[in-house]
């Protein structure tokens, strides 16, 4: 057999079952961008939390949220042709489980959608042809910035991100905390993490394991009063700096969705940084998404293009980051899948 059929044969539907339209999925495909972008309008407008309770008619959720009623009608009829809401009788509307995780409520995804369906994002991704030409970031084209630097300047787009950042990890963490085991760690480093919602969460499990906050000053100034609220400020100690020149004395490292932000020479000066400062043999840990062979739909590969685009990062397969430890010094040890789109990714001093 040659391997054009064993392709074919592999691919071929299941006994009895339709293959997709060709013409259907492409155009699916092609007409996404309008998805996303109903998406931001309703997520801005909590039309989710407006039908918490029950189905309303559309007049009613037009009026409360000061929009035009047909427009909306038929922004929620399409959302709800894929499942987004649901229509329940004529112009009466209700949450389906996919638009009740856009709940304003903790663990909910709403922050994290409102930032992928950003204008913001729309005008990055126009630039996709100039990152495929240079390998540039297209947002460095649009701002003349470092995407990070563009961050810290538009207030309302930084706060957005960081907002989505969180929400992110708090969708997350249970079964990060599910799958690895904290105890014994001393004092774990968090590294570029935001306001401190990871690493928190781990301290509240782990009551002995203290913690360090460490990220640019204008992040971190944003943690203080969410770490006196949890009371954990007496085993908790916030740093800022640049992790490019260097990181805290640790005994263990974590850092959660931050190498695949970067290049490979980066992410290796970055993991370099932690395994010069680190206070014994420890460990550097990451949380990030681990990309599979084959064709089968990952998360990660969608997120992979966003790192290319944005701050030109991108995401890895195990191989990959077993040759980052090793230039920085590090080896590999384990990789544990969780029940979430992350991996816990464990590296030790050889």
């Given at each position: 057999?040659?391997?054009?059929?064993?392709?074919s044969q592999s691919s071929a539907p299941a006994h009895g079952a339709h293959p997709p339209d060709p013409a259907a999925?492409?155009?699916?495909?092609?007409?996404?961008?309008?998805?996303?972008?109903?998406?931001?309008?309703?997520?801005?407008?909590?039309?989710?939390?407006?039908?918490?309770?029950?189905?309303?008619?559309?007049?009613?959720?037009?009026?409360?949220?000061?929009?035009?009623?047909?427009?909306?009608?038929?922004?929620?009829?399409?959302?709800?042709?894929?499942?987004?809401?649901?229509?329940?009788?004529?112009?009466?509307?209700?949450?389906?489980?996919?638009?009740?995780?856009?709940?304003?409520?903790?663990?909910?995804?709403?922050?994290?959608?409102?930032?992928?369906?950003?204008?913001?994002?729309?005008?990055?991704?126009?630039?996709?042809?100039?990152?495929?030409?240079?390998?540039?970031?297209?947002?460095?084209?649009?701002?003349?910035?470092?995407?990070?630097?563009?961050?810290?300047?538009?207030?309302?787009?930084?706060?957005?991100?960081?907002?989505?950042?969180?929400?992110?990890?708090?969708?997350?963490?249970?079964?990060?905390?599910?799958?690895?085991?904290?105890?014994?760690?001393?004092?774990?480093?968090?590294?570029?993490?935001?306001?401190?919602?990871?690493?928190?969460?781990?301290?509240?499990?782990?009551?002995?394991?203290?913690?360090?906050?460490?990220?640019?000053?204008?992040?971190?100034?944003?943690?203080?009063?969410?770490?006196?609220?949890?009371?954990?400020?007496?085993?908790?100690?916030?740093?800022?700096?640049?992790?490019?020149?260097?990181?805290?004395?640790?005994?263990?490292?974590?850092?959660?969705?931050?190498?695949?932000?970067w290049d490979d020479d980066r992410a290796v000066r970055i993991l370099q940084n932690c395994a010069e400062a680190m206070?014994?043999?420890?460990?550097?840990?990451?949380?990030?998404?681990?990309?599979?062979?084959?064709?089968?739909?990952?998360?990660?590969?969608?997120?992979?293009?966003?790192?290319?685009?944005?701050?030109?990062?991108?995401?890895?397969?195990?191989?990959?980051?077993?040759?980052?430890?090793?230039?920085?010094?590090?080896?590999?040890?384990?990789?544990?899948?969780?029940?979430?789109?992350?991996?816990?990714?464990?590296?030790?001093?050889?």
């Amino acid at each position: 057999m040659t391997e054009t059929t064993v392709q074919s044969q592999s691919s071929a539907p299941a006994h009895g079952a339709h293959p997709p339209d060709p013409a259907a999925q492409l155009m699916q495909v092609a007409t996404g961008y309008m998805a996303s972008a109903c998406l931001h309008v309703i997520a801005r407008l909590k039309i989710a939390d407006a039908l918490i309770t029950a189905p309303k008619p559309v007049a009613q959720l037009a009026a409360t949220a000061h929009v035009d009623e047909d427009a909306l009608y038929r922004v929620l009829r399409a959302l709800a042709s894929i499942g987004i809401f649901r229509e329940t009788s004529p112009r009466n509307f209700a949450n389906t489980a996919v638009s009740e995780a856009m709940l304003t409520r903790a663990h909910s995804l709403r922050d994290m959608v409102l930032f992928i369906t950003d204008p913001f994002h729309f005008r990055t991704f126009a630039e996709l042809t100039h990152t495929m030409e240079t390998g540039e970031s297209a947002v460095r084209k649009m701002t003349d910035l470092e995407p990070f630097e563009y961050l810290q300047k538009d207030k309302a787009e930084g706060e957005m991100f960081n907002a989505a950042m969180t929400s992110f990890s708090a969708m997350n963490m249970a079964a990060v905390l599910e799958a690895y085991d904290f105890s014994g760690l001393g004092t774990l480093a968090d590294i570029a993490g935001g306001h401190g919602m990871v690493l928190s969460s781990i301290l509240r499990k782990y009551p002995d394991l203290k913690g360090i906050l460490f990220d640019q000053p204008h992040v971190v100034s944003g943690a203080t009063a969410s770490i006196e609220m949890e009371k954990l400020d007496r085993r908790f100690r916030i740093v800022a700096g640049d992790f490019f020149q260097a990181v805290p004395p640790a005994d263990n490292y974590l850092l959660k969705h931050i190498i695949h932000d970067w290049d490979d020479d980066r992410a290796v000066r970055i993991l370099q940084n932690c395994a010069e400062a680190m206070t014994g043999k420890g460990k550097v840990i990451l949380l990030e998404t681990v990309i599979t062979p084959g064709n089968e739909p990952h998360l990660g590969k969608w997120i992979d293009i966003e790192m290319l685009v944005i701050p030109s990062g991108r995401e890895r397969t195990e191989a990959e980051y077993a040759a980052l430890f090793t230039r920085a010094g590090l080896r590999l040890s384990r990789v544990l899948p969780t029940k979430s789109p992350l991996s816990v990714i464990e590296a030790v001093k050889p």
